[in-house]
């Protein structure tokens, strides 16, 4: 099929390396453009290229461990970007955001005066003038209720293939997969499928007048004696998964790799995942880790693995530009 019209990438400055990476699997450069912070916290984007009539596409990372400006400016700027590729008469705006913002954010839990982010996220794209948003592996793929098609289309890629072919190559294949929780088990079954793997479960049990804190997690399935590699979409702080790894253990399972879509490493993330390791250095078992680059770890330790999803996006990106499908790239 014929091209919408010519392509054109432009990044935010926290996503600059993750838009070129994609950019030299199409062959093309990044468009050069820029940031701009003003003293007072306010900012702009200026594109430094001519996209007038042109298919462009907006990088950003939302989340950047050790960087101190927040998810909200990084979306602010995100939309200073999506406004100026429209003030300069692009045909078509697309955003492309590993990570949505405000994904777990889809309901509100029984509490009558709360928001729902992701609606006001999905309204503020759709007033900037974003046609479609493509981002990876959402928490809950719900939130597609939360655009209005005929102004702005959600495209969610399922990484499920994709991860385990990573896996394989890495000699990271277990013997069971598990979900941190019951809420996980369908995308802990996917995997299994595809790795020919057993399947266990996790039930954790929360402290609601917490944020993000496990009281008990219940292992569900037999894990004795095997290697497990723990799935989850999301990890945040990682408390969810240190039980979930503890309890494995508790039930004799000897090998464990993390398995993270998601790896936002939040707070104590990286301390909890260090004594992790050296618990498995203890136990004489081996403790791996896995993440995807939509959230960069440069300074990760020798036991975590990047798994680069740039060039499923390229693919993505070339396929939308040219009226193909996503769902025929996500079963290769």
Not at 13 to 19: K, N, T
Not at 47 to 76: A, C, H, K, T, W
Not at 168 to 179: E, G, K, M, T
């Amino acid at each position: 099929m014929s091209a919408r019209a010519p392509l054109h990438l432009v990044a935010c400055s926290d996503a600059m390396d993750l838009a070129e990476a994609v950019g030299r699997e199409l062959g093309i450069p990044v468009s050069p453009s820029r940031d701009v912070w003003f003293a007072c916290g306010e900012a702009k984007h200026v594109i430094e290229r001519n996209v007038r009539g042109g298919d462009v596409y907006v990088f950003q990372r939302p989340i950047v461990p050790g960087n101190p400006r927040s998810v909200y400016d990084r979306l602010m700027m995100l939309l200073h970007a999506v406004d100026a590729a429209r003030l300069a008469d692009a045909d078509r705006v697309t955003v492309i955001l590993p990570y949505l913002p405000g994904s777990r954010q889809d309901k509100r839990k029984g509490h009558v005066r709360e928001g729902v982010s992701t609606g006001l996220f999905a309204r503020m794209m759709q007033a900037a003038g974003v046609s479609m948003v493509i981002t990876v592996a959402p928490h809950d793929e719900a939130i597609m209720g939360c655009f209005d098609p005929s102004r702005t289309v959600l495209e969610c890629i399922d990484l499920t293939r994709a991860f385990a072919r990573f896996l394989q190559d890495h000699q990271l294949v277990p013997d069971v997969v598990a979900s941190t929780d019951v809420g996980g088990l369908e995308a802990a079954r996917g995997y299994a499928q595809v790795l020919g793997a057993g399947l266990a479960a996790l039930s954790k049990e929360r402290d609601y007048r917490q944020t993000s804190v496990v009281t008990q997690t219940t292992v569900i399935g037999d894990v004795a004696g095997r290697s497990v590699l723990v799935i989850d979409d999301i990890i945040d702080t990682a408390g969810s998964m240190v039980s979930a790894v503890e309890a494995l253990w508790d039930r004799g399972a000897t090998d464990i790799v993390i398995g993270g879509v998601h790896t936002l490493m939040s707070g104590p993330a990286w301390s909890r995942m260090r004594a992790l390791a050296m618990q498995a250095r203890e136990r004489g078992v081996r403790f791996r880790m896995v993440g995807t680059t939509g959230v960069a770890h440069p300074e990760a330790p020798e036991w975590y693995h990047s798994f680069p999803i740039e060039p499923l996006l390229a693919d993505v990106v070339r396929s939308v530009n040219a009226r193909g499908s996503v769902r025929a790239l996500e079963e290769r």
